[in-house]
């Protein structure tokens, strides 16, 4: 990736995220990065797309705080991709729901992510749109250009495509390692 | 133009000619590379068939009794479990069974754009869509979020928000009621109870009796004509011989059985495959009669209505072949069509075809994701990454589009997963298969790669990612004139990997110029280039020799570190053709 | 591809003339440039990183509508400087590229598609995730875009639930966002 920005082109916090300066990141005190997680240039997180509807178990949140995007470790989110909490009617009125991704995701360019939750070890190619309060397991790989039409569940080793999103494929048994991001998250130099 | 990204794929020697009929007891199975020795032949990836033996690395597994490469093909499955891969609910088995492979709870598909259904309320508390609108009362419908679909089109709607499968069941298109299988099954069942019961034989006179409550000539869907056909002909059954009427119980036909299937030919060629007992007990069977049974008359205007439709309705009206397809009965209208349940997904195991080894084996819980047992090809054999050489020009969009006539170098990095010394032999056919013949050279067929060592998952997981930062290093070193691909020499080595170098002149992919330039192939059939002709794809063929001892192998342990000072050393052996993509070849 | 039009416009690039509802809400590093007039209704939401570029052609946007972060609307390249009206309960998902004549009530325009030049959208369409509608295209009241552009037309007569939940929608939406409005006066 492009790296000439002066001033290099990622901040590290404390706890190893590799943040671009160019990302556009709105809302930053409702988003938990657990670490190590990369964020490219131009990623647009929506953290103030908060809940509203009241939550009967607190938001999730740690201290009482609101969280409306919750991210793992090693995630790594390719240039332009959006993360949106989702929102929907719920008793008559709207409210955003949190989007939780877990560890090890990694999401391609362009790709805009409106899911509720995206579990571990989950790739998802450049120019796909993850709709509304899709749930996405474990070890999931989503191909390149797919919509994944909102509420869907895709269960885990599956290989998604299409226009509406179907499962294609299984993830064999041999590719369960390639899943792993930490060596990508090395590679990412300041 | 579409990137290319290189590729290294595997074939699976079970596809070799002839099916494995190795015993069970047998020493490892018959040297792969001794038979192509024998007749000599270049494995050629543009076949036709070749697609079908070609596997990345990533899909194979691996048995460690046969000592051999498994592919999709040559491993048995078994199904572990069986799961909705919507709602994520375990199904039984013995619910498979009886109720068929679709989830029965509430997870359907939209018949138009198969994007899962959601139940919503008709009538929402003040308003809204969506799933969660369930908690108000009132008819609910089935919505489709990405099409916009609503079960209210074909006039279905629900009185409960769950359990919309066995509701769906009930009603017809249009709204009206169906009469399910399971109920026909129950007043079959009644009917027969009533027939054993009473002392009248006489068939024709039970049948009156039965007609009480449904009407004998109603026009039924296929599946409920099909639940009448089947409770028909096992009542019939039943009756021809007693003793298997105990087999038919719960719905199951109980056709696994020998006995029961030769029963059922018997039925239709006149008894020749019916065991002597049934032969002697059973009178004539008859056919089925009315609806009740199953008989359903083909009356000639039954097909003006439809013709009817499609003139008025148009072409709009009817559904497309995928929409059809996904449909379990023949549907011709959108208006016909009903979501389709979930089909349900299996979690499986793979057992080695030869040897009946379990392969693989994951955990039965549909949500968790680890593996009991997990021999997978590539903690086996060595896997192979490509480079290119020389570092990208600028000007050059990809490092993969290769100039035809040019030599272009490769670097092939051999990454070694076992904890032994391993021996390779690479070998390639000095001219690719094919109407454009490139000229391949290995410089280095023959190397070492030094054994894996401990902390394997670490090593696992730098994976080739690791290697290539190594490598980085090497090109920079090559710009620098530093050392220059040489004959029989490995180019870098790593603790576990070997880079080599293959030297690939393209051809040129014009079809104009002498005769004599152009291979026989092509000679035969000229014409415009085929899909996919300009990628350069070099077959390879890859034999690995290793020394590992013997003890270790059979405890199936990979993890085994005692290098065997006393331990009897058995050498092993692996021969398999690869066919790596470097690249594509640039069109004038 | 909607990345590699993203020039990089900062927002002091020249203002465009607006008129705008007091009861807009625009949220921050929207993007409003060209010469032509922007016209933006009461209790319609902006959301941040939004362009709106009336350069080639003024734009009318009615009430209560959603634009989202990431679309692009306007004409993009000279053309008929008729202009473009979008009606009320109107909503454009994430990264879409609206260069309509004008876009009819309720439709909803969803992530990633594109609705090319002088094109005319009917009430309470609906086009899917990047679907497509060509230039000068008329499509019909109620359609349904999805798939690879496959079409239908939907009956299920729930427009104004649609139109009422967009409306709550807006309401949170203006809770959320923080208004950026006094920047673009």
Known sequence: MSKKAPKGEYIETDTGNKVSRRSQIIGTANIILGGKTVIQAEVIIRGDLLRTYPSSSGDGGKGGHPVAVAIGRYCFFARACDLRPPGKMYKGTFSHYPLKIADHVFIGPSSIIEAALVGSHVNIGANCIIGKFVIIKDFVRVLNGTVVPPNMVIPSFSVVAGIPGRVVGEVSEGEVDGFDLRDIYRSIGN | MSTFMPYAYFQCPCT?????????????????????????????????????????????????????????????????????????????????????????????????????????????????????????????????????????????????????????????????????????????????????????????????????????????????????????????????????????????????????????????????????????????????????????????????????????????????????????????????????????????????????????????????????????????????????????????????????????????????????????????????????????????????????????????????????????????????????????????????????????????LSFEGPDFMKSEEMLRDGGALREDEDVLEIPVFVRVDWEADAAHDESGGLSGGGRGESEVREKRELAYWCVLGVGRIAQD | MSSSKRVSTAPAAPKSPTVLAPTLVIGEHAVLTGTYLITLGSNTVVHPRTKLNSTYAPITIGNNCIISERSIIGLQSPGSDQGMTIENGVVVEVGAIVEAKSIGEGSIIEVNAKIGKHAVLGKHCKIGPMCEVGEHEIVPDFTVLFGNGMRRIDRSGVEDLKLKMVARQVEILRKLIPNNLAKFK
């Open chain 2, 16 to 508: 070799d000619s002839f099916p494995q009929s190795r015993n069970l007891g047998d020493e490892s199975p018959v040297s792969v590379s001794s038979s192509f020795d024998q007749d000599d032949r270049t494995f050629d990836p543009r076949a036709p068939r070749a697609n079908y033996s070609l596997y990345p690395l990533e899909h194979l597994l691996y048995c460690e009794d046969c000592h051999q490469i498994r592919c999709p093909r040559c491993v048995l499955d078994e199904i572990v479990t069986w799961y909705c891969p919507n709602c994520l609910f375990e199904v039984p088995s013995s619910t498979v069974k009886s109720e068929g492979n679709r989830c029965t709870r509430s997870c359907f598909q939209c018949p138009i754009c198969i994007a899962p259904l959601s139940v919503s309320s008709v009538e929402p508390h003040p308003e809204g869509l969506g799933a969660e609108n369930l908690t108000v009362g009132g008819p609910y419908v089935l919505n489709c979020a990405h099409c916009y679909w609503s079960s209210k089109e074909i006039g279905i709607q629900f009185d409960k928000p769950n359990g919309i499968f066995a509701q769906l069941a009930k009603i017809k298109n249009g709204g009206e009621p169906i009469i399910t299988a399971r109920e026909r099954r129950k007043d079959r069942e009644e009917r027969n109870r009533d027939t054993s019961a009473g002392p009248a034989v006489d068939e024709d006179g039970v049948q009156e009796e039965r007609a009480a409550n449904l009407d004998p000539n109603e026009i039924l869907d296929a599946e409920s004509q099909f639940s009448n056909l089947k409770a028909f002909y096992q009542s019939q059954l039943a009756e021809a011989s007693p003793t298997s009427a105990l087999t038919f119980s719960g719905g199951d036909y109980g056709y696994g059985s020998p006995g029961a299937l030769s029963r059922i030919m018997g039925l239709y060629t006149g008894g020749s495959f019916a065991d002597k007992k049934s032969k002697s007990k059973k009178g004539m069977m008859r056919e089925a009669q009315d609806a009740l049974e199953g008989l359903q008359i083909v009356s000639p205007t039954s097909e003006d209505e439809i013709i009817n439709r499609l003139q008025t309705e148009g072409w709009d009206s009817t559904a497309s072949t995928v929409q059809k397809d996904e449909q379990s009965t023949y549907t011709r209208f959108i208006n016909d069509l009903r979501p389709i349940a979930h089909l349900l997904r299996t979690k499986r195991a793979k057992r080695c075809k030869t040897c009946r080894h379990i392969l693989s084996k994951p955990e039965p819980k549909v949500q968790t994701t680890r593996f009991r047992i997990r021999l997978v090809a590539l903690n086996c054999i060595p896997s192979i990454s490509i480079n290119p050489l020389s570092p990208l020009l600028p000007g050059q969009k990809s490092a993969f589009l290769v100039t035809p006539l040019k030599p272009t170098q490769f670097l092939l990095t051999f990454t070694n997963p076992l904890f032994e010394i391993v021996k390779v032999n690479i070998a390639t056919p000095a001219q690719t298969p094919g109407r454009f013949a490139n000229k391949v050279t290995v410089l280095c067929p023959q190397f070492e790669i030094g054994a894996n060592t401990d902390a394997w998952e670490e090593a696992l997981r730098e994976g080739s990612k690791g290697i290539e930062r190594e490598k980085r290093r090497t090109k920079a070193e090559a710009t620098e004139g530093q050392h220059q691909a040489e004959a029989g020499k490995v180019w870098e080595r790593g603790r576990n990997w070997v880079s080599v170098v293959v030297e690939v002149v393209p051809a040129s």
